[in-house]
């Protein structure tokens, strides 16, 4: 009987022996302590990568109060960045086997992670983002001047517990008792499974969603972090740099596109005028909706300027609804796409050196040019991908605030539109040249529950739901003070006796109610039936083109009110009016205005087959200048 089950045992042994390998004996402790030590160091390996996540979020939220917060509020953010954390570490234990060493580089990262994270943020308010690593490798010794602010010391003990960890499984020298041909196969499968979940922005969407987190968080990263901890907001960063290559994206493409097309001097007619192009925050026109009554035209201004004989408006497509602002606005100040870059990313986050903008084609004319903005400089990257698109002046609140010159007043919790203008004429006065001027106002930022306290106009409606009625309201005395700013601007340009062109441009709608409140409920849209002006409705602002001086007749923009014109393209109309010149790009540009005047992804209803190569090479373009080889330069 001992020799069958002998028989039977030897071979499954062997077939161990091949899969396993012997723990090493440990030298320093023996005995009956040796045991403990062992399962000691199995315990510190089994925590270890739950108390890194421990130390890169506590020191990441700096309070013990928040850091609880973010554990009960956010549990799938938080599931998902600990299993993370587990996840890398068993591939880190996998490649190189010794628990002490596995251990150590996971260490030494969280610690460089968190301790680059905080001093970052006590510098300069802002956190430790993915491209950091790129950027600022070959900056360390300047960077390291920043380590003269004080470090926590509650931050040094959690350091300290890491290495006490390491320390414990070098001693006890465990490791796992796996044959490298074993682990081997492991290796590859945690690799492919993890590239396969992320591969395509499509999948990387679902992992995120499913875990609560979203691209949308990249808006404003202040919010992204401080919603889905460090782990979480790193993820959802490294994610959203990912651009898939065009099928057929190469030099020779590039160079076909763009063949068929020659660069244009300025015209006899172009008198160098100023250029003032302003995105107003949300502006859109309330009365569209229908069931709703307004006892005064929130628009009235905007209306009268429209209809004033050389004036130009329409409809502006956008790509954004409700938020999202970066990506109509790169668009119009690149004549690129964010249509297929991922979605919610920002798309400076891509522009990483001297880019060719509508904006940089003024600068080399020398113009002067320069962004304000009553916000932060943070959001959106703005501050990082504004000079390489050709801004080379920003003025952001901290700069604003700050300027006695100029009256401060604050409306519905932000810098008002008013001084918003007030801003614009200073710096304009201060120009002794030919200047570009890129305003983003603020007033009219979501959210609008209970956002002013003071209404010009009543709103009234029997299809509207109490708290979306009150929303709609606040909308609507925003785009009132909106439109007030929007004359006096006028009232400016009128005055001056240099050249002026104004381009005025909502961004997109606004979010009125969960769901699409305000439009479902007034009637405006079914969500189960969308048509296609019901698509159309949700994704195009008004825009207005005004001169104090006579504009040249254009194939892209007419005087009158019923033009219609993509983001991208707006500009590139902006310059046939005033005679300027035109770079081979835009040129192509015009030719895809004339197959469409205004096609993005989000208007899905167009049948896009008659020009679809002009889609595709807008697409290769756009990729060529964010994230290519730049042969489109």
Known sequence: MKENIKAFLDPVAEVLKRIFTPLPKG?????WLAPIIRIM?????AIFPLCCWVTLEFIHFYSKTRFLAFIEKRQPAVIFGIMLIYLLYLLTLLIVKKGAIASGILGIVTVLASVANYYKYAQVGDYLYPWDIAQQAGNLGELSTFLTIPFPRWALVLYVGLAVLILITLISKVELPLHSLVRLPFIIMIIFGMYNACDTPEKSTVLLNKHSLYFEDMALQTSNYSANGFVGAFTVNILSTGVNQPEHYSEATVNDILSLYGETPAGESFKNPDIILIL?????DPTKLPNVEFSVDPMANFREIASRDGAISGNFYTTGFGGGTVRPEFEVLTGLTTDYLPGGSVPYQYITEDTESYVSIYKELGYRTLAIHPYTSSFYLR??????IGIDELYFEDKLYPLKEVPLTISGKQISDSSFVDYIKYYMEQSEG???VFGISMENHQPYTN?????????????LSESVLADTKNFTQGVYEADLALKKLVDYIDSREKETVLVYFGDHLPTLGANY????????ITLEGMTAEMNKFL???????YANFELEESDMLKEGKDNEIASYNLMNAVATLIDAPRTRYMHFLEDYFNAHPACNVRLWSINKKPFQEFIEAHKIITYDRTVGEKYSF
């Open 383 to 388: 501050k990082q991908g504004y000079p390489y």
């Open 434 to 436: 030919d200047t570009f």
């Open 41 to 45: 160091g199995f315990l510190s390996m």
């Open 539 to 545: 994704y195009s602002t008004p825009f207005l083109v």
């Open 280 to 284: 107003s925050e949300s502006f859109w």
């Open 517 to 524: 409140g305000a439009y479902t409920q007034s009637g405006a």
């Open 451 to 463: 956002k002013f306290d003071h209404f010009d106009i009543e709103v009234t409606s029997d299809a």
């Open 27 to 31: 030298r320093l402790i023996k005995g």
